[in-house]
């Protein structure tokens, strides 16, 4: 059964960093741009990242740009989000997702809309 799962959020602190993965379960990612949302209570969800499927550049969202890495590894068949000098405002629920129709970052950000394989989510807690 195809499934993504994400992991590894928590409550830091500002300043602090944290490190999101995705695993894949059920078939294998390496086609595919895997992309990073993120919900904020009472906002909508907003692409944060994109890392494509082999070669080539990441794209982020301004609001995280310089602190927020991605990186994947397609033998294991995870991503991952490597999250730096984190704000009250990185607060939120975290989902990887892709979809089969992307394997670059053409996705984003005017397609993102069209992800249709999502993980549950983690969520991250920013605060002092």
């Known amino acids: 059964q195809l499934q993504l799962v994400e992991s590894g959020g928590g409550l830091v602190q500002p300043g602090e960093s944290l490190r999101l993965s995705c695993t894949a379960t059920g078939f294998s990612f390496d086609m595919y741009a895997i992309l990073w949302f993120r919900q904020a209570p009472g906002k909508e969800r907003e692409a944060v990242s994109c890392i494509p499927w082999r070669d080539g550049r990441s794209k982020y969202a301004d609001a995280v740009k310089g602190r927020f890495t991605s990186s994947r590894d397609n033998t294991k068949n995870v991503a991952f989000l490597q999250m730096n000098s984190l704000r009250p405002e990185d607060t939120g629920t975290y989902y990887c997702?892709?979809?089969?129709?992307?394997?670059?970052?053409?996705?984003?950000?005017?397609?993102?809309?069209?992800?249709?394989?999502w993980g549950k989510g983690t969520l991250v807690t920013v605060s002092s």
């Open positions: 997702a892709f979809s089969t129709a992307y394997s670059t970052c053409a996705v984003y950000p005017d397609h993102t809309h069209e992800m249709n394989h």
